[in-house]
Antibody
Framework: QVQLQQSGPGLVKPSQTLSLTCDIS??????????WNWIRQSPSRGLEWLGR?????????DYAVSMKSRIIINSDTSKNQFSLHLSSVTPEDTAMYYC?????????WGQGTQVTVSS | DIVMNQSPDSLAVSLGERATINCKSS????????????VAWYQQKPGQPPKLLIY???TRESGVPDRFSGSGSGTDFTLTISSLQAEDVAVYYC?????????FGQGTKLEIK
């Protein structure tokens, strides 16, 4: 059974970097055929895909164009986890953030982290 | 980006009756390389992440009751609940995974009449 356990702060100050980590059990971050995604949800924007990382002979990343200058998703194979780093946050980045496995539909979701951007 | 448009925004159905939710995409989601529609349906209950119900437009995820079914091809898709149960009250979303950025419909809130 795959489980995704998220960790990271629920409150981030404007202009700072939001960092969240997703620990994977029951699968490998480098497994073929799986992509590891970050998706957020807010009342104003609905469900919004932010980006993904996946391994197929080498590592690939895809990011939403709207996030491209601010987002990094990376993986740590030794810890079997992947992380989201979103820089220069504003109150518009306040949302519930989910880490998600896609194979290719989104079959496993983390529990969610409510992140509020406020001073 | 591919736009996913769901209808209706909300729906009230009597217990035991059929519920139908529609989803229309701004371009075809039928991938010629595998002849599959890259569409999924999710159910979300309050305080929970979305749960995968249907993928490839019509394949039920393991453990999902058979009263849930998906149909459609190209740009028009439907989620049907054949006989509504109380535990089906939730918000339902369609999603395309044909190309990134993956995009979701705005959601359909399903209630009991």
């Amino acid at each position: 059974q795959v489980q995704l356990q998220q960790s990271g702060p629920g409150l981030v100050k404007p202009s700072q970097t939001l960092s969240l980590t997703c620990d994977i059990s029951g699968d490998s971050v480098s497994s073929n055929g799986a992509a590891w995604n970050w998706i957020r949800q807010s009342p104003s924007r609905g469900l919004e895909w932010l980006g993904r990382t996946y391994y197929t002979s080498k590592w690939y990343n895809d990011y939403a164009v709207s996030m491209k200058s601010r987002i990094i998703i990376n993986s740590d194979t030794s810890k079997n986890q992947f992380s989201l780093h979103l820089s220069s946050v504003t109150p518009e980045d306040t949302a519930m953030y989910y880490c998600v496995r896609a194979r290719p539909a989104c079959d496993y979701w983390g529990q969610g982290t409510q992140v509020t951007v406020s001073s | 980006d591919i736009v996913m448009n769901q209808s209706p925004d909300s729906l009230a159905v009597s217990l035991g009756e059929r519920a139908t939710i529609n989803c229309k995409s701004s371009q075809s989601l039928l991938y010629s390389f595998n002849n599959k529609n890259h569409v999924a349906w999710y159910q979300q209950k309050p305080g929970q992440p979305p749960k995968l119900l249907i993928y490839w437009a019509s394949t039920r995820e393991s453990g999902v009751p058979d009263r849930f079914s998906g149909s459609g091809s190209g740009t028009d898709f439907t989620l049907t609940i054949s006989s509504l149960q109380a535990e089906d009250v939730a918000v339902y979303y369609c999603q395309q995974y044909y190309s990134t950025p993956y995009t979701f419909g705005q959601g359909t809130k399903l209630e009991i009449k």
